[in-house]
């Protein structure tokens, strides 16, 4: 059952941008770190941006200044802005977040399925 939807990804020249989404899709009673991973071909899953549970925001060195992770907590969606984009960034970026779902019991940590960005030179 997926708990985390995604969209926004595609494929994009070098210097382009792109935007992400990522909502949760059942009752959600609370949420603590929400925000996106990616992996590329051949490597291993890293952590791109994402907001912690006490609020702050981290981000990856290779995206500081290109890349602005937002939220909209009305929504329970968070966002990932991707501007001058590089062949680099290509990978399936996954939205994952720590959730108190309604009916589960108790915080949990979901993984998106993964959309796929790929940036072309």
């Known amino acids: 059952q997926v708990q985390l939807v995604e969209s926004g990804g595609g494929l994009v020249q070098a210097g382009g941008s792109l935007r992400l989404s990522c909502a949760t899709a059942?009752?959600?009673?609370?949420?603590?770190?929400m925000g996106w991973y990616r992996q590329a071909p051949g490597k291993q899953r890293e952590l791109v941006a994402t907001?912690?549970?006490?609020?702050?925001?981290i981000y990856a060195d290779s995206v500081k200044g290109r890349f602005t992770i937002s939220r909209d907590n009305a929504k329970n969606t968070v966002y990932l802005q991707m501007n001058s984009l590089k062949p680099e960034d290509t990978a399936v970026y996954y939205c994952?977040?720590?959730?108190?779902?309604?009916?589960?019991?108790?915080?949990?940590?979901?993984w998106g399925q993964g959309t796929q960005v790929t940036v072309s030179s």
């Open positions: 907001f912690t549970g006490g609020g702050n925001t």
């Open positions: 059942g009752s959600t009673f609370g949420i603590q770190s």
């Open positions: 994952n977040a720590d959730l108190f779902l309604t009916g589960t019991g108790g915080w949990r940590n979901y």
